[in-house]
């Protein structure tokens, strides 16, 4: 299975500031996925990144808010842009390694303040 | 659209009962049906998986089937251990595999000793 490794897995951060997530595959994947978990929540998704192209994104996430990356096949960047309370999360990179087998990293906790 | 609903708890158990967590869905087609458990502080785990109609899939112990007649995907178990306390998600991929997945609001279940 794929190990999929995030950074940084946890961080408290000021309001009106950015922070970027970094994800790491261990083996190249054409398919990579950013979900947010609010606190107690499902997992929504956020958007699909593919290299080589621009990422898409889910309805009520716009690329001005989330910036993705992809800029080789085992490397995605998630930002989170003008953070406020709200964007308090657990943010998780997935990835899809041979058909329909979706693996996740452990994600990363945000805190807001 | 797609959507998963599965029914939400917590759910409670003794130690070696018999455990069913129901699950249903709403897609076009035939989509790909799956299972995830998420431990405490922990990302989350692809626990089973299932692409075609009457296709079982199984993992330690747990089982579920995909029944198109009923757009359903229950998660069973013969006998809980105390270990299997976790939150349970059921999640559903769209015919053709090009998008993320769908995800219920999770189960938590709780084992007792």
């Known amino acids: 299975s794929a190990v999929i490794s995030q950074k940084p897995s946890r961080d408290i951060c000021q309001r009106g500031t950015s922070l970027t997530i970094q994800c790491q595959v261990d083996?190249?994947?054409?398919?990579m996925f950013w979900y947010r978990q609010q606190p107690g929540q499902s997992l929504t998704l956020i958007a699909t990144a593919n290299q080589g192209s621009e990422a898409t994104y889910e309805s009520g996430f716009v690329i001005d808010k989330f910036p993705i990356s992809r800029p080789n096949l085992t490397f995605s960047t998630l930002t989170v842009s003008n953070m406020s309370p709200e964007d308090s999360s657990i943010y998780l990179c997935?990835?899809?390694?041979?058909?329909?087998?979706?693996?996740f990293g452990e994600g990363s906790w945000l805190t807001v303040v | 659209g797609n959507s998963v609903t599965q029914m939400e708890g917590p759910v409670t158990l003794s130690e070696e009962a018999f455990l069913t967590i129901n699950c249903t869905y709403t897609a076009t087609g035939y989509p790909s049906l799956f299972w995830y458990v998420q431990y405490p502080g922990e990302g989350l785990q692809l626990l089973l998986k299932a692409t075609k109609a009457d296709d079982k899939g199984s993992n330690k112990g747990f089982e579920a089937t995909y029944r198109k007649e009923t757009t359903s995907f229950h998660l069973e178990k013969g006998s809980v251990q105390v270990s299997d306390s976790a939150v349970y998600f059921c999640a559903l991929r769209s015919v053709g595999g090009a998008d993320g997945l769908t995800f219920g609001k999770g189960t938590h279940l709780i084992i007792q000793p």
């Open positions: 997935s990835a899809e390694q041979g058909a329909n087998t979706i693996y």
């Open positions: 083996s190249q994947v054409t398919m």
